[in-house]
């Protein structure tokens, strides 16, 4: 099954402005990722946005995974 949470976005460093790869999960559970000039960064999920759409979209694929799986049959 497709898990969106496993897909990564970028983020800009604020102190480097190097683009940092981080993981949608990670943003959902608001982690502290590290940039390689040692400047930590702490993700926000404002208003839980990104733990819905992680929800939603990988029931829209597990909706979408049945249909293929009726016509499968
Ligand atoms: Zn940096």
């Known amino acids: 099954m497709i898990d969106i949470s496993k897909q ?18 990670q ?6 990722v590290k940039c390689s000039c040692g400047q930590g960064i702490q993700l926000q999920d404002s208003n839980g946005t990104n733990k819905k759409e992680i ?10 995974e049945n249909t293929f799986k009726k016509l499968g049959r």
């Open 8 to 25: 990564s976005v970028k983020i800009d460093c604020p102190e480097c402005k190097r683009s940092i790869s981080v993981t949608i999960k």
């Open 27 to 32: 943003v959902a559970d608001e982690a502290l």
């Open 55 to 64: 929800k939603d979209i990988n029931k829209s694929f597990k909706d979408l």
